[in-house]
């Protein structure tokens, strides 16, 4: 019986040191740790990227800036491949994409036109 009582008392000791520890640490100013999601986000930096007809293409680090030189004028990779396209289409190419190993550039071939009888 007399160490039920004891292992009472000592159970009780430790449940109001951590109420007591834990009012404490709410009590003190603590600054939140931003979360910030980091996704892997290719781009073309207007400080770093070189000036060949090929710019070389970095990532954007956790702050939005760029990875290699810290540079904020960029633009996404993706919207340089768009714009690209877009205007091999108004010229009335279009890029077709044969085998990697064999062919490093693609190879462009003209659209054929569509001619709509009215």
Excluded: W
């Excluded at 709410?26 to 996704?39: C, F, G, I, Q």
């Excluded at 007809?53 to 954007?60: D, Y």
């Amino acid at each position: 019986m007399f160490l039920v009582g004891v292992i009472a008392i000592v159970a009780a000791m430790f449940v109001l040191f951590n109420v007591k520890t834990n009012i404490r640490r709410r009590e003190y100013v603590m600054a939140d740790k931003p979360t910030l999601h980091y996704s892997a986000v290719q781009i073309i930096c207007g400080d770093c990227s070189g000036e060949g007809i090929s710019p070389l293409k970095t990532f954007m680090d956790r702050h939005g800036h760029c990875e290699r030189c810290g540079g904020a004028s960029y633009i996404l990779a993706s919207e340089r491949g768009l714009s690209l396209r877009h205007a091999l289409a108004q010229r009335g190419l279009h890029v077709v994409v044969t085998e990697p190993v064999e062919v490093e550039h693609p190879r462009l071939e003209p659209v054929p036109q569509m001619k709509i009888a009215v």
